[in-house]
């Protein structure tokens, strides 16, 4: 897998779901040798951050984490990459409608037995929930954020309304939820822009 770095903000966070933004982490998904945008368990902390998954001051509580356990932080960053890339086919599975692979959904129910390790039933007001202990470590807590985003969506999400951007070497996924359904573009603002532009440009050139 190639890394290259990227500068990850709250603007990046186009997909309308966790688990969606996540997959959007990596690119050129279709060449079968992803270039990841992440770059190991610090960089997928960041991500995190930016996503809203875990909060400023969990950082240095991750750094501390990763220098006491590199191999607990790694292993942590391997299993977001496999779910990253099994959210991938199953999502374009669904775009594409075509076959989801039962290993994708099986390994994606693993992730869920994982975080459910990392969770306990506590005493919220008057009534109970189940959340993360407070002694998970960051990565696990961003992790089982992303698996709960994901499994909403395919049991509750508008799959019909699941796209890949159209723009050039985008691809990156999101749930359209305007209106009117026709939204083609990541973000208006670039992939949108860009389209814009380039439509222009054409309709001078037949002009001149
Ligand atoms: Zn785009």
Do not use: Q
């Amino acid at each position: 897998m190639r890394f290259s770095p990227y500068p990850w903000s709250e603007k990046d966070m186009i997909g309308g779901n966790a688990a969606l933004d996540f997959v959007n982490t990596a690119a050129d998904w279709a060449s079968g040798d992803p270039e990841d945008r992440l770059g190991g368990p610090e960089g997928f902390g960041k991500w995190a951050e930016m996503a809203g998954l875990l909060y400023a001051d969990d950082m240095k509580r991750l750094r501390e984490e990763i220098a006491a356990d590199p191999k607990a932080g790694e292993d942590a960053f391997e299993t977001a990459i496999r779910l990253r890339a099994a959210l991938w086919r199953i999502f374009n599975a669904v775009i594409t409608d075509a076959e989801v692979d039962e290993d994708d959904l099986a390994f994606l129910d693993a992730c869920k037995v994982r975080a459910a390790n990392h969770c306990r039933l506590a005493r919220d007001g008057d009534g109970f929930r189940r959340r993360c202990a407070e002694e998970a470590p960051a990565l696990e807590r961003a992790l089982r954020l992303i698996v709960e985003a994901a499994e909403d969506f395919l049991l509750n999400g508008r799959l019909d309304r699941l796209h890949a951007c159209g723009g050039d070497a985008c691809e990156w996924l999101f749930v359209d939820t305007s209106k009117n359904g026709k939204r083609r573009w990541c973000d208006m603002a670039t992939c949108g822009n860009d389209a814009k532009v380039k439509k222009f440009r054409k309709r001078n050139k037949k002009a001149a």
